[in-house]
């Protein structure tokens, strides 16, 4: 079974609408991402969390929330989806024990029409 | 000048060819530095991972940091078509810190 696991690995769908994207992992990681890649421009923090009651905004968390109701839970919300939200969307997990290293999961893929 | 700088490519290179792909830094303060790959449709691959400078060997791969002139390296030799795949560096100045990523460099290695 993968460590990291994202629900759903495709969406599609309309201008306006709410969505959530989750994330659970098995490796036992106490810090959780949500990244957003998008051709030529890499990978961009969302947001992340470096514990259960810690949430932290990264660098283009407009438009976007989470919730990490759990260890082993972090989830990912647009409240109101626009077409330039379209992109590949990841979740990663990190320990304080792994020297910064991340560990990804499988991936969203999302259409905003 | 952006703090991690990577040709995105495309580099295209026969079978059974050293393959060295490179990104430059501006953060003096990075001390940990990392490879990911990444095939089409799939996540961030944890590829290899150095701590400040020097050298690291695992099978084919090799990353080699130069932190006095800002410039990581990864080494691929005899390469292989299932080595076609983006690669990215990372890094970051302490182990509490998020990771920089570079933008990435396609590889396609033909057979």
């Known amino acids: 079974d993968a460590d990291v696991t994202q629900t759903p690995r495709n969406r599609i769908t309309k201008t306006g609408k709410r969505i959530m994207l989750e994330c659970s992992q098995t490796k036992g990681h106490d810090r959780m991402y949500w990244y957003r890649q998008d051709p030529g421009l890499g990978l961009r923090l969302i947001y992340y969390?470096?514990?259960?009651?810690?949430?932290n905004k990264g660098e283009i968390s407009d438009g976007y929330s989470v919730s990490r109701q759990a260890q082993a839970k972090f989830s990912l919300s647009l409240e109101s989806a626009i077409p330039n939200q379209t992109a590949l969307y990841f979740c990663?997990?990190?320990?304080?024990?792994?020297?910064?290293?991340?560990?990804f999961g499988p991936g969203t893929r999302l259409l905003v029409l | 000048q952006k703090e991690v700088e990577q040709d995105p490519g495309p580099l295209s290179v026969p079978e059974g060819a050293i393959v060295s792909l490179n990104c430059t830094y501006s953060n003096s303060a990075f001390q940990y530095f990392m490879w990911y790959r990444q095939y089409s449709r799939k996540g961030p691959e944890l590829l290899m991972y150095?701590?400040?400078?020097g050298n690291k060997e695992d099978g084919r791969f090799t990353a080699q940091v130069d932190k006095s002139s800002k410039y990581i390296s990864l080494f691929i030799r005899d390469s292989q078509p299932s080595d076609s795949a983006t690669y990215l560096c990372a890094m970051s100045g302490g182990s509490q810190g998020n990771l920089i990523f570079g933008k990435g460099t396609k590889l396609s290695v033909k057979p």
């Open positions: 150095t701590y400040s400078s």
């Open positions: 990663a997990t990190s320990g304080s024990w792994t020297g910064g290293a991340q560990y």
């Open positions: 969390s470096f514990d259960v009651k810690d949430i």
